[in-house]
């Protein structure tokens, strides 16, 4: 009975009001991003299988894998777990492939990091050898070096959003929508070259 919002759920509920991104646009974007550097060995870290975004970035990359006409190589889709150890050893394993990813893109910026420490322990030039991108735009891609390309959740946006549908279910308001829908954007750092 105590009204509530929730912001990028782990699951979408028909019973709770709930403020998401379009994860799945998002991960085709940065995909092509990706391809259109001149990378076509493009791999994919994705996070924690219990959280639906998860699923959702997944989802869009392998989409635009598809529309690229990109081989769907399973080797290249590795299972972290959101951490930053987590991407350090899918990125080890990626890497460690015959044929190596150009790119690998990570499902949030943790994971990300992780690969980028991985590439360089294993002497891989990050972006001339390897590219890299991430998901959330948390601090770490600005402080890590080189700078991290990643896609930027609109966290404040979708914060405040809750906060007046929050408001507005307390008045008692009508029409209150089921869900609401804030794009998140490309951001295109030093981590991402040409190939």
Known sequence: GVPMVSIAPAELRDDIVQVVTDDFRACVAMTRALYALGHRRIAFIAGHPDHRAVGERLNGFRTAIAELGLPDNPDYIAQGYNSFDSGEVAGAALLSLPTAPTAIFAANDDMAAGVMRIAHKFGVSI?????????????????????????????????????????????????????????????????????
């Open 127 to 195: 972006p001339k050898q390897l590219s890299v991108a991430g998901f959330d735009d948390i601090p770490l891609a600005t402080q890590v070096w080189p700078a991290l390309s990643t896609v930027r959740q609109p966290i404040e946006p979708m914060a405040a959003m809750a906060v007046q549908l929050l408001i507005a279910k307390l008045r008692n308001a009508k029409d209150i929508p089921a869900d609401v829908l804030i794009r998140s954007e490309l951001v295109l750092r030093e981590t991402t070259g040409n190939h």
